[in-house]
């Protein structure tokens, strides 16, 4: 492009850039405020609660063999629907409806019905709105005529929550949002410079800092989403909630038990005494029992029990990965005095995912990738470093979310040093390198199996391709496999004889003895189910909303007994779009195809075939396992296409490739709050609300 090119380029641009900022502006201005410019001048009208009919009603609760052994859910209280009526009102102009309730501070949903002239017959819904006891909440309530009757519902498993006031034709105020601008201008303005600037067309150059600094700050706006979800997930009183809590150590009065959902405190104290079992005696009732990993027989015989710990030969044993616990919290209790809660440990690994997925992707791309953009990668990086629901784990936090958090930290730091290790001409750095991936690979055995598979499909076409190399000596050779296959050896003997001391085979981890919602020793595979899997894995939808967060995940329940349990909710991995990547395979670029092709294809069919189909079903966190390698497959594939045809001088596959992209971070931005777990609406219910409010468009 030349000089003259460039300034036509930029002052394009601006001329884009003031229409943006003028359209922005008229949509915050007007079209957001459209309420309050049409509510002004209103003459409101209150109405006192003491006036309604009133019903209290407690919802029939659904008891099903989940709820029975479950805990956390046996111990909820009981869904209490209030509805309120108003008869023979007579009034005219209705418009608006504004509402304060009392009670504990719990997000409520309030619906908003009325009969006017329109439809006299019965109740039609006219709006819902999220509430908070204590905020004014308002809606629409447009009448037709004369409004004769209005009905106002909300559910709460709050007994003491109650309509405190109602205010008809309450002027909506005007409220000029700069984060709501800001959110609307900053991505279109990114990408009015995308289309007017060619930034698809600009290579990577590793050498120029420049480079290096948009990499970088691609990094840190991820790691400040991190941050970002970590405050939310910070509520005022951190005692209130377990998973925020911090505990101190040694625990109070010795009970064990009592934190016996805090699995990862618990199994630090179990180190801490120098024993592979849990400090706690199971009762006698539990080991009278037949058969006690029978749901059944343990809730009829009304002992305690250790959910979802492993029990055998008459102790308890924790089944999850060691990993957080050495690399964390003992750490954290050294310096800090205390053990850690699950949301700090969240917050940890989420920010070590993001910095080893870039640090990945920087990598991956140097090895893969003939002609990368540098807008793409970064891209590329952001969708793989979001696009395995880093900020979902960490808004989950609790035992199962934070072993998978940890298993995508170590499985990007394993795949980078290995990748960095192969590219390194001096044999002591080389050495090094490998020797940090067998320790990296160690870890993840000892974070989740599941991703020590997925990461064996990277690395074995890269050994393949080191040990084949033509431009090294056999004894250069030998020491490379040396440096990582001793280290590995050592940890994977620690990994064997920890499970040998605590199941009697190196090769259990402890999930056939689980105390769970079923007696998982029956679980078998069939071909109905592993279709059932698939569709579950892959393909089981996202669901969309005008309302914030706009994207949540789909629910539905498939209880297959003694085999497959469907539940909570969930999102097959090609939700994300830039797995999408993985339909371009077969366009990948001629020159080094045929190598680079069967590491993509070695990676994508062992994590797909050793996903864990059988052990406990589909939920998303199931997904997570599988997610890193399809994402960082598909952002691979599609910058190199992307960067090819941009090369060609062909923009089109570099737009598809950065919208795909750029969508998959967003989603893994909204599944943080739209998740099935909804921490966030819990520890900072006026945060959320206030995204709610700010940046929902109805």
């Keep these: 492009m030349t000089e003259i090119d460039r300034a036509k380029a930029r002052k394009r641009f601006v001329i884009w850039a003031a229409c943006i ?14 309420d309050a410019l049409r509510t002004r001048g209103l003459t409101p009208v209150a109405l006192s609660p003491e006036t309604a009919q009133i019903t209290r009603e407690e919802l029939p609760a659904e008891i099903d063999d989940v709820q029975a052994v479950m805990p956390s859910t046996a111990e909820r209280g009981p869904l209490v629907r209030t509805t309120m009526t108003w008869e023979g009102l007579e009034l005219t102009g209705i418009c608006t409806a504004a509402v304060e309730l009392t009670g504990e501070s719990r997000l409520l949903r309030v619906r908003f019905l009325l009969s006017d002239d329109s439809y006299r017959y ?58 709501r ?9 990114g990408i009015a410079a995308v289309l007017c600037l060619g930034l698809w067309r600009i290579p990577l150059d590793r050498r120029r800092a420049a480079h290096r600094l948009a990499y970088g700050l691609t990094a840190l706006f991820c790691a400040l989403l991190v941050l970002a979800t970590g405050l939310l997930c910070a509520p005022a009183d951190r005692e209130e909630y377990p998973y925020t809590r911090a505990l101190e150590y040694p625990f109070e009065n010795d009970d064990v038990y009592r934190y016996r959902s805090l699995t990862h405190a618990v199994m630090y104290d179990m180190l801490a005494k120098g024993s592979v079992a849990v400090d706690v005696p199971p009762d006698e009732a539990l080991l009278a029992l037949e058969n006690p990993y029978d749901p059944t027989a343990r809730l009829e ?11 055998y030969e008459g102790q308890y044993y924790a089944y999850f990965g060691l990993t957080p616990v050495l690399t964390f919290y003992a750490p954290y209790r050294l310096v800090m005095g205390y053990l850690p809660s699950y949301t700090t440990a969240a917050a940890f690994f989420a920010l070590l995912t993001v910095a080893a997925a870039f640090l990945c992707v920087w990598e991956a791309v140097r090895r893969f990738v003939r002609t990368p953009s540098l807008l793409l990668t970064c891209l590329a990086a952001a969708a793989v470093a979001l696009g395995g629901n880093a900020l979902m784990l960490q808004a989950s936090a609790d035992r199962y979310h934070l072993s998978i958090a ?55 076409p890269l050994f393949i391709a080191v040990l084949t190399s033509k431009k090294r000596t056999a004894a250069q050779k030998a020491r490379d496999a040396a440096a990582y296959l001793v280290p590995l050896a050592w940890g994977a003997a620690a990994v064997m004889a920890y499970n040998a001391v605590r199941f009697g085979s190196p090769f259990e981890f402890g999930q056939t003895w689980q105390l769970t919602l079923e007696d998982i020793r029956q679980n078998r595979f069939s071909l109905r189910g592993a279709l059932q899997a698939l569709y579950y894995y892959y393909f ?14 789909g629910d539905g329940f498939i209880n297959h007994t003694g085999n497959w349990f469907y539940g909570v909710a969930n999102a097959g991995a090609f939700t994300m779009p830039v797995t999408w990547g993985l339909l371009w395979l077969a366009a990948l670029p001629e020159k080094r195809r045929r190598g680079k092709l069967a590491a993509y294809l070695c990676a994508v069919l062992v994590t797909v075939s050793l996903a864990g189909y059988c052990v406990a079903g589909v939920a998303q966190r199931y997904v997570c396992d599988i997610l890193p390698t399809l994402c960082l497959v598909g952002a691979l594939t599609l910058t190199e296409i992307a960067g090819r045809d941009a090369a060609e001088g062909r923009g089109h596959t570099a737009a598809l490739a950065a919208a795909l992209m750029s969508a998959t971070a967003l989603i893994g931005c909204c599944l943080a709050f739209g998740n099935y777990r909804n921490f966030i609406s819990q520890y900072r219910p006026e945060a959320y609300l206030y995204l709610h409010n700010l940046f929902s468009l109805l």
Aim: net charge neutral; with cysteine; aromatic share 12%.
């Design 21 to 34: 900022l003028a359209a922005c502006l008229l949509l915050e201005g007007a079209a957001f405020q459209y």
């Design 540 to 553: 089981d939808g996202l669901r969309l909303s005008p309302e914030f967060p706009f994207f949540t995940l």
């Design 181 to 189: 601008l800001l959110a609307l201008l900053l991505p279109a303005w």
């Design 406 to 460: 940890c298993m995508q930290a170590f499985f990007y730091l394993t795949l980078w040093t290995a990748l960095l290790a192969c590219r390194q001409k001096k044999g002591g750095r080389r050495a090094l390198l490998f020797w940090l991936c067998a320790i990296c690979t160690a870890l993840l055995v000892e974070s989740r199996p599941m991703g020590a598979l997925a990461a064996a499909g990277w690395l074995v």
């Design 301 to 311: 015989s009304g002992a305690p029990v250790m959910f979802d710990y492993a029990l």
């Design 122 to 179: 019965g109740f039609a819904a006219a709006d819902s709105a999220l509430a908070l006891p204590g905020e004014t909440v308002r809606a629409r309530v447009e009448a037709h005529g004369a409004l004769r009757r209005l009905q106002i519902i909300f559910e709460t498993e709050d007994d003491t929550a109650a309509l405190a006031s109602l205010t008809l034709n309450t002027p909506v105020p005007y409220h000029f949002s700069l984060l």
